[in-house]
């Protein structure tokens, strides 16, 4: 199963030494559920590759925003990656340090830019000519100098879906490199920002690493150019993107194999590296447990009716993703052809299609694989549905990390 720090005992799933059957009574479903020493050790797995060049590994903290998630990475030294104001907020209540965030992100408000500044964000990567403008203006209100890289579109094909791909020139993001040489030989004119960095994302769930050389073969020719011209670049900012199994059958890069073979190509350079790993980190460490209510025959297939539904998890209905689905208690049975679908009103809202699942009974816990990033972050109040509940296993114990929404929780702040 495309899962880690889950196994089975005695034909029963555990998370870690915590049974998921366990928790399910406790803390009900549906419920994510995480396991710590897979996040530790993949965050670890990053930092032992690089430990040899200089590095900063900043966490995408909008794989997975939970405190409780944000809090294990900044006790462990990670850094991390935001893209709003909130998620910035966030990291300074789960204790992270602001000097070692990396502000992200197309379109950062003049608001964002400011709370950023106030409270000390160590590096901001400009996604335009305007927003650079912009944020020199505020920094030097602000009497501010933060470091800033320009992040550039390197027009490479990072071969994954295309909702998550960004590095072509037809995409948003990042500018063109051509243009942002032409920025750089004119970072006198955005005093007091340090131009020292250049930074490139390519895109997300990438299974071919070589999409990541080449765009690291232009960004280094760039970074050539521009010293050579006297600009004095130290920091090189490669992005996340490394993808994780869905499928049993899925072969994934190694973090360890990517991060050394980084660190052997930027050995000697001058730079030191920054990655933002979210997937590759968080993703195969979590579960989202739900419970069957009902078994529904139809002509061609089951219908097997769930608590969870698109609104706890949306990829499948977003990106047609797979996620594994496995019942929580193994046990002998034919298998039969089902859909896995979720309470909310549209038929777009399933969970897996068309897949051979095991003939699971109402009130069987089931455990969808691989949803410890852009799982929960990415859930809604659609249906007027309370958000799920969040749990993380440390070793044989578990805490709830986040309390299922109550029905007060979903008219927070509204009026009649
Ligand atoms: N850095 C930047 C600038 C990003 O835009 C992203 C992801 C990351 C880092 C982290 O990438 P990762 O290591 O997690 O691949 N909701 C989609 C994924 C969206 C990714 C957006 N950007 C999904 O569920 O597949």
């Keep these: 199963m495309p899962l880690s720090g889950f196994e089975r005992r005695h034909g029963e799933l555990y998370c870690e030494g915590a049974s998921l059957s366990a928790i399910a009574e406790k803390a009900d479903t549906p419920t994510y559920v995480y396991s710590g020493t897979t996040i530790l050790d993949n965050y670890r797995s990053y930092a032992a590759a690089l430990s040899t060049l200089p590095h900063e590994i900043h966490y995408a903290v909008k794989a997975n925003s939970s405190l409780g998630i944000l809090a294990l990475l900044a ?6 990656d935001i893209v709003s104001g909130g998620e910035l907020f966030r990291v300074l209540q789960a204790g992270g340090d602001p000097a070692r965030v990396v502000f992200s992100g197309v379109g950062k408000t003049r608001q964002e830019l400011v709370y950023a500044l106030e409270q000390g964000t160590g590096w901001f990567n400009c996604e335009s000519e305007a927003e650079l403008r912009l944020l020199a203006e505020l920094a030097s209100d602000a009497g501010a100098a933060p470091s800033v890289a320009l992040r550039v579109n390197p027009n490479v094909d990072a071969q994954t879906h ?19 040489e032409r920025i750089y030989r004119r970072a ?7 131009l020292e960095g250049v930074s490139c994302h390519i895109g997300s769930q990438i299974f071919n690493t070589q999409a990541f050389f080449d765009a690291l073969d232009l960004v280094l020719a760039l970074i050539e150019r521009l010293r050579d011209d006297g600009a004095n670049i130290t920091q090189l900012d490669l992005g996340g993107g490394l993808g994780v199994a869905y499928k049993p059958s899925d072969t994934t890069p190694v973090i360890a194999d990517y991060a050394s073979r980084l660190a052997a190509l930027l050995q000697g350079r001058g730079l030191k590296l920054t990655l933002e790993p979210g997937r590759s980190i968080v993703g195969q460490a979590g579960v989202l447990l739900t419970r069957v209510l009902y078994r529904k025959p139809a002509a061609t ?24 689905i496995v019942p929580v208690i193994d046990r002998q049975r034919p298998n039969l052809r089902a859909d896995v679908v979720g309470p909310v009103c549209e038929s777009g809202d399933f969970l897996a299609k068309d897949r051979d699942m095991p003939d699971v009974q109402p009130g069987e816990l089931l455990a969808a694989a691989t949803a410890g990033a852009y799982g929960f972050v990415l859930a809604s109040n659609y ?7 969040e749990v ?9 990390i986040r309390d299922r929404e109550s029905l007060d929780d979903l008219i927070r702040g509204e009026r009649t």
């Design 301 to 324: 297939k089951t219908f097997i009716v769930v608590d969870a539904a698109m609104n706890d998890l949306l990829r499948p209905a977003l990106y047609q993703a797979h996620h594994e």
């Design 383 to 389: 249906n007027a549905r309370p958000r799920a509940a």
């Design 75 to 80: 006790r462990e030294g990670a850094g991390f």
């Design 188 to 194: 006198d004119e955005f005093a007091p920002l340090r």
């Design 392 to 400: 993380l296993v440390e070793g044989d114990r578990w805490r709830i």
């Design 162 to 180: 295309p909702y998550i791909a960004t590095g072509l020139s037809a995409h948003k993001f990042g500018i063109d490199i051509a243009e942002a």
